[in-house]
Structure formats: structure tokens, C-alpha cells
């Protein structure tokens, strides 16, 4: 069906989402229940984690991961050398793979009777009324008994002085670049600096990070950002507990002034630290491309709630309760615009719940307890549950255990640097797990069934049969050895 109509004469709904990643989800269902379906999108179909996010990231850092392989062949008494790289054609693969996925949903909802599609950008009337502005349907305006606004996250640009005379890369024009800069300067020391910082770094861009907080991946447990930012000091310039205060470009040579944050704990320089901030200079570093990858936006700014209920926070994010609706009447909401995780894994969930919630009899809240992140960088982190510091903050009683890759035999094997580190309360009930090495992103996953699916408690892994001699076995030592214990308010002396 397409396009609309009829120009400017009202198009009633059952249901209408805007944004097309994981709020298709939630269309598909509804249409399936038979109800009449609007799709609004202003770009390309299948959102951020298709289009600029996590498919053609982790595909070009597969790449990455690969010529890592190679180049560290000789510590397996193999001698390999890369004679060439396209670099040109991994990024032209990777990227028409997307459009083309992209595409085809496009045709699927084009080709569907239930639902349809409109080109542009929306904008509430009032709670249950749009109207689409640019676009193809400029000027179609639609009405739905239900609402979902699913209309994602772009990339922050931090108030930097001189950021808009100078030209400046965000991850969107990062993975469509046909050659790797040859200096490269990231602003931004979470994990899409992280990942790409480890893709152009790989290719042969020098790389360097400036990060506000003491250690890159500042969301991950302590330990494991400290170990990382020791391995990327080792690998590239990184200045942490700096902030980036102005930007100059000459020549096409940009160059970053960054001062001590006074919020960081610490400030490290190369691989050194430099002590608290009032101890530590400014710096200057330049390079001839300039990243910045300070965090994400939400996209409600286009969406004029003001003339809804619909309230938002500081931040831009929609507000919602416990079941995503919205202080709006038959307006919910879900995805990178809630603000509650960033991560594509936690939209798909959220989506499962708003369409268990529109369809079924009682309301269920969202579950997130045991979200996991990981970052596909090298070494690989990921992490679910509590971080140490989260247990410190709440004045809990815990107790900490922590295994070391190389100390099992698959580790050894791999020459694998890293760790893993649990977390558990004083009953054995599993609080957190983070890791950072090898496969972290896949070793995570039996600690998260653990505790979504089992009992939640240490004896879940430890009494389950791993396989001798796989790489999960650090997972199992992990939880089977020695606990040391902390916090609450006697720090560890035994009862």
C-alpha cells in the first residue's frame, strides 16, 4: 500500500509505531492480530543496530579480529604474514549487506495488507494524532487508537569549543569509511571508541582516546575496565580522566585540547598514571580524523511532545512505568528512547513485553534483571548483573572470586590473557559476573541463564558438568574456588 492516499485527510489505525527497529516487532504482532498497522520511518528501515549499530560493527570487527589472528601467529611457532588488505571492499561488503537487509524489510512491508508505510518524519498533534513532515508523505496526517514510540537514539556531540568549524567523524560515518585514517583521535572512552578504536587500530591507524572517566568502559565493573585500559595503553595513546575542552583544524590536521576531569577519580596518560586531576596538566593531541563517540541522544526532539502527556526527563528520554506506557493514554514506548539500557538485545526484550502487555489480560512489568552488555573490542568484556562498586553504593555484604584464563588448559592453550569475576551475596545467590578475554560475550550467557531460568545461585554452574578441556571452564572455576568476602558494615570480619 505505501503511500498514502489522499494528502492531508485523516488515515485512522489500530496501531502505529514510530521508528522501524525493534517497534516492528510490536507492528508485526499487532497486524497478526488482525489489527490496521502505520509504519512511520524517516530513514532507511530496520533502525540504528542494522543500519549504523551493531551489524555492520561486529562485522567489520570480525575483520579485525581476524587480521589479529594472523598477526599474532608467530606466538603459535607459525610464521604468517598479510600481504594485502581491501580495506575498501571489507567496508563495501559489510555495508551492502545492511542495504540490502534494510531493503528487504522495506519490501515486506510494502508488499504486507496490514500494514503501511510512510516515508518521513512524525510529529504528534496532539496524543493519538501525527502528522508526517519531510519525507515522501509530507502532509499525511494519522490517528491510532495505540501508539508506540520507538524512535531510537542518534550520536551525542558533547559541547567541545571549535567542534562545529571542524570536520569530525560520529560511529555512523566511522563504519562507512573506505580507508583507515592514518591518525586517528577519539573523543570518548565508552565501548563504541572501545570497538572502534580496536577496528581502525587493527588496520593501522594510530589511535588515540580521550575519556572523561579514570578508565575506558567506564559501565563495566572496575576491575575489568582497569585491565582493559592497561591493554589499550599498551596498544594506543589513551588519555583517561581527560576532557576534551577544544578543537582546532589546520590543514586537515585536527587537534584536540583536553584538561583533567575534576569529576575523574584519577588520570592516566600512556600507560601511567598521572595521579588525581589537580595534579595532572592539560594536553594537546592531533591527528588527521577526529571521532567523537560521547554517547547517544535520544530522538524525541523532532517529535513535538509537547502537545501530548507524553513527559520526558532531563535528558530527552520518555518516561514510562514499569510496562513502558507513557503518561499518555494508549501511548507506550521502548528502545534506546526509554533510556533504560542502550542495547538492541534489551529493545527486542522490551518489545516482547509491550506486545505480551497490548495483547494479554494482565500487565507485566519488564524484567531487566539480568540484562548482559558486551563489547566486541580485543579483549572482549561483557558483564551481567551487579558491579562491585553498585554493591559498595547499597552497603552490602559480598564476597568476590576470580579466575584467571590462562590457569585452565583451553586458556593456556590460547595463550588467553584475562579474567573472569563473580560476585555473590552471603548466601550464594549470584549478584553479578563480568569478564574480560576471549569469547567474554559468549561465556557470559550461562551466568545470565543462571540466573534468569535457574536457580540464581553459585551452585547453578558449579554443579553443572562443564566440558574438559573448553573454554567455559574458566566460567566453572570461577564459581568454584575460593571467595574472598567484603563490604557491609564489618568489611569482612567473619561472624
Not at 569509511?177 to 581502525?200: C, K, N, Q, T
Not at 577519580?265 to 598514571?273: I, K, L, Q, S
Not at 506506557?325 to 526509554?338: K, N, P, Q, S, Y
Amino acid at each position: 500500500m505505501g503511500m498514502a492516499d489522499v494528502v492531508g485527510a485523516m488515515q485512522e489505525f489500530d496501531f502505529m509505531v514510530i521508528g522501524s527497529g525493534s517497534g516492528l516487532d510490536v507492528a508485526n504482532a499487532m497486524a497478526g492480530r488482525g489489527n490496521s498497522v502505520a509504519v512511520v520511518e524517516e530513514g532507511r528501515l530496520g533502525g540504528t543496530c542494522l543500519n549504523r549499530g551493531c551489524i555492520p560493527s561486529k562485522q567489520l570487527l570480525y575483520h579485525a579480529d581476524v587480521m589479529e589472528t594472523i598477526e599474532g601467529a608467530d606466538a603459535f611457532e607459525i610464521d604468517a604474514e598479510v600481504r594485502d588488505v581491501d580495506f575498501a571492499e571489507i567496508v563495501r561488503k559489510v555495508n551492502d549487506d545492511v542495504s540490502g537487509s534494510s531493503e528487504s524489510i522495506r519490501k515486506g512491508l510494502m508488499s504486507s495488507d496490514a500494514h503501511d508505510l510512510f516515508s518521513g518524519t512524525g510529529r504528534f498533534v496532539d496524543d493519538r494524532t501525527v502528522e508526517i513532515v519531510d519525507g515522501d508523505d509530507e502532509g499525511a496526517t494519522l490517528r491510532a487508537d495505540t501508539i508506540l514510540v520507538a524512535t531510537g537514539t542518534r550520536p551525542s556531540i558533547p559541547s567541545i569549543d571549535g567542534i562545529e568549524d571542524v570536520e569530525y567523524l560520529t560511529s555512523t560515518e566511522a563504519l562507512r569509511l573506505e580507508s583507515p585514517p592514518d591518525r586517528l583521535v577519539i573523543v570518548g572512552g565508552g565501548y563504541i571508541a572501545a570497538e572502534l578504536g580496536h577496528f581502525f587500530g587493527t588496520f593501522g591507524s594510530d589511535v588515540t582516546i580521550v575519556g572523561r572517566r579514570e578508565h575506558l568502559l567506564p559501565e563495566a565493573d572496575a576491575e575489568v575496565g582497569e585491565a582493559f585500559t592497561d591493554r589499550y595503553a599498551d596498544r594506543f595513546d589513551v588519555y583517561a580522566g581527560y576532557e576534551a575542552v577544544a578543537v582546532d583544524e589546520v590543514h586537515g590536521e585536527v587537534t584536540v585540547e583536553a584538561r583533567p576531569y575534576p569529576e575523574a577519580d584519577a588520570v592516566r596518560a600512556g600507560g601511567e598514571t598521572v595521579g588525581a586531576p589537580e595534579e595532572a596538566e592539560d594536553v594537546t593531541v592531533s591527528g588527521d580524523a577526529l571521532l567523537v563517540a560521547a554517547g547517544r541522544q535520544p530522538n524525541t526532539d523532532a517529535l513535538n511532545l509537547d502537545a501530548t502527556g507524553v513527559k520526558t526527563d532531563d535528558a530527552g528520554f520518555v518516561e514510562t512505568d514499569e510496562y513502558l506506557r507513557t503518561d499518555a493514554e494508549g501511548v507506550w514506548a521502548l528502545g534506546d528512547v526509554v533510556g533504560e539500557y542502550l542495547l538492541k538485545h534489551s529493545a527486542n526484550h522490551e518489545a516482547k513485553a509491550v506486545v505480551r502487555n497490548l495483547l494479554g489480560d494482565e500487565p507485566e512489568p519488564v524484567d531487566y534483571s539480568a540484562m548482559p552488555f558486551a563489547v566486541f573490542a580485543s579483549p572482549e568484556v561483557a558483564g551481567v548483573g551487579a558491579r562491585e562498586r553498585d554493591l559498595r553504593e547499597a552497603d552490602a555484604e559480598y564476597a568476590t572470586g576470580t579466575y584467571a584464563y590462562d590457569d585452565t588448559a583451553r586458556g593456556s592453550a590460547m595463550h588467553a590473557e584475562g579474567f573472569v569475576k563473580v560476585l555473590i551475596d552471603l548466601d550464594g545467590n549470584i549478584e553479578g559476573c563480568h569478564i574480560i578475554g576471549p569469547e567474554a560475550s559468549n561465556l557470559i550467557e550461562e551466568v545470565v541463564v543462571a540466573m534468569t531460568a535457574g536457580s540464581g545461585t553459585v551452585e547453578d554452574v558449579r554443579d553443572t558438568v562443564h566440558i574438559h578441556p573448553a573454554l567455559s571452564e574458566v566460567v566453572d572455576r570461577a564459581f568454584s574456588g575460593q571467595f574472598s568476602r567484603s563490604g557491609g558494615h564489618d568489611h569482612g570480619h567473619q561472624h
